[in-house]
């Protein structure tokens, strides 16, 4: 998506300092402001009231340099479908996993690890460059960009994978025939009640495996940008 030239003029102007970035010490307007943040939070920051700067995970230098360069910026969420999974649910999904010391492990759309930070040698799959250069800075394996082209086979694969054109169905039943033994991933709340013939089939197939597909409570991705209704398919493979 493009800015505007007053919009990279203000980029242009922010200091960073770390992970923090810094807006001018002038009085935007209301619409010039509105359209900065979007960009800024398209792009990974967070607007903290009390650092009066918006907070990243990483520096934001080099995204802002090539964002001037070029005029453009990618929304993540919107391009990668990227909502990072919430402390408590990743802990559910393992819990509900229930892995043994010896089984091999897989989060197939790995974001920026918040379910394998919680798995010991849980390898990885990730599709967004800024997300795989902050796995590797910060010590996770990574196998692979495409988990629908990947075909290693793991006991466990533990998922929050993108909903959108419901990727989360071919997503899940890819991850079926990879695994071993277990199944658990984050799903759209959609598998639960559409009647066409992708959902209907998916459905089939979780329930022949003795499988479940249970809600989770409404805004439970509120805190990671979006307040889609979302439920845990978990299927024993064996």
Known sequence: MQITNEV????ADSMVENNNLYLPDIQLERKLYVAVNK?????GGKWN???KSHIFDESPVDIIEQILQTGEYIDEKKEFQFFETPE??????IKLADIQPDETVLEPSAGKGAIAKYIPNCDCIELNELNRKHL????FNIVGEEFLKFETKYDVII????????????????????ANRKVVSVMSASVLFRTNKKTKMFRESVNKLGGSIEPLPDN???????????????VNII
Request: proline share 4%; net charge positive; aromatic share 6%.
């Open 220 to 234: 439970s991705f509120k805190n990671s940008g979006t307040n889609i209704r979302t439920c845990i398919a978990s």
């Open 88 to 93: 408590h649910i990743a802990k559910q999904l």
């Open 39 to 43: 960009v800024l939070e398209a792009i």
């Open 8 to 11: 990279a003029n203000i980029l």
């Open 49 to 51: 009231r009390k650092a």
């Open 159 to 178: 998922a929050n994978p993108p909903f959108s054109f419901q990727s989360d169905i071919s997503h899940v039943l890819h991850m079926i025939e990879l």
């Open 136 to 139: 590797i800075e910060n010590g």
